[in-house]
């Protein structure tokens, strides 16, 4: 069976996406909605709060699936729903190349939260150089206490 966030976890993630019912550019230029949904979003489009919390829950099936296949330790449900945050946040691809997956592996689970650290910034779509964002500095923090 499949497994899913907590709902602590998934209230964590929705008050680091934030909610937003009309489309909006994120920090990186990306057309977003509702609970940081990126998938076809376009200017002017709207959604209702049902129709966000569904959006997430739709969006975050892949991560969770990706978190669970790629970690071949035990997580407990806090750990579980650090990384799937952080995959829905940097992508099923970076989480994948990461240092913090094999050393999460090798069984160093005291290295994640200074790994997660590192991933706190964005690229600049004015000047292309990836910057430190304080709101990307603070939900790696909080998923390394969720950690």
């Known amino acids: 069976m499949a497994r899913h966030i907590d709902a602590y976890a998934l209230d964590c993630i929705k008050r680091w996406e934030g909610l937003r019912l009309s489309a909006y550019q994120d920090v990186a230029g990306v057309w977003t909605i509702g609970y940081g949904h990126t998938g076809s979003v376009s200017e002017g489009m709207t959604v209702t ?15 969770e699936a990706t978190v669970e296949r790629a970690v071949t330790v035990p997580l407990t449900d806090g750990q579980f729903g650090a990384l799937v945050s952080f995959v829905f946040n940097v ?57």
Request: hydrophobic share 45%; aromatic share 6%.
């Open 49 to 63: 709060e049902a129709e966000a919390e569904t959006l997430l829950r739709t969006d975050l099936a892949p991560c």
């Open 91 to 147: 992508g099923a691809g970076a989480f994948l190349g990461s240092t913090l997956l094999r050393r999460l592996n090798a069984g160093d689970y005291a290295a994640v939260p200074a790994e997660l650290a590192r991933w706190n910034k964005a690229r600049d779509p004015a000047t292309g150089q990836l910057v430190p964002v304080p709101g990307l500095t603070n939900r790696r923090a909080a998923e390394a206490g969720l950690w």
